[in-house]
């Protein structure tokens, strides 16, 4: 039998940005799981030792069974529940209270530049960065655990791209 720490889900494949990084959008619709694939999967990395699950995408939060699939994994015993994530729906404050109710305790969100030019390009949606940042304001004034997920390019590599995101997630 396998043993893992982890279970990664791709919930699907669609999501509200259009990186030009990523071939996410170029997926098919029908790459979408239901509650009941979740639900499976969620079974399956239990049963070989699984402790921690990553729901990813895509983008996860768009998934209507995200809130349903991170309080099926705390019913389970899952320890760590991690959103990986664009953050742009954690700026409605209400969503991000929501998830941390549900028993999400880990938020990797996926950040693409310093400021919103470089985000924004990078996205290829205009106020993402904006959205983003509150989002990250939202979730560390409620005490969650925020991590950066830095994806270093061409395009985006500036002196300040680490410490303008230590400062907002660590400087609060
Ligand atoms: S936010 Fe993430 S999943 Fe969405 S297009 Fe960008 S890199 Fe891909």
């Not at 239990?46 to 809130?67: C, M, N």
Request: some cysteine; overall charge neutral; aromatic content about 8%.
């Amino acid at each position: 039998m396998i043993l893992m720490k982890w279970i990664e889900l791709i919930l699907s494949f669609e999501c509200n940005c259009r990186c030009i990084v990523c071939p996410s959008s170029l997926q098919p619709a029908s790459s979408k799981m239901s509650f009941s694939e979740i639900d499976g999967w969620l079974e399956y990395g239990l049963a070989r030792g699984a402790e921690a699950v990553w729901f990813g995408g895509g983008e996860p939060t768009i998934h209507a069974d995200l809130i349903a699939s991170i309080e099926r994994a705390r019913e389970l015993g899952y320890r760590q529940r991690k959103i990986q994530t664009n953050g742009l729906r954690f700026a409605y404050q209400p969503f991000a209270k929501r998830c941390l109710q549900a028993g999400a305790n880990l938020f990797a969100m996926s950040v693409k530049g310093p400021d919103a030019k470089t985000h924004d390009g990078i996205t290829q949606n205009p106020g993402s960065f904006a959205h983003l940042t509150k989002g990250v304001e939202n979730l560390v004034a409620q005490s969650a655990l925020v991590e950066a997920d830095i994806l270093i390019t061409r395009e985006n590599h500036q002196p300040n791209l680490l410490s303008f995101w230590n400062d907002l997630i660590v400087g609060h």
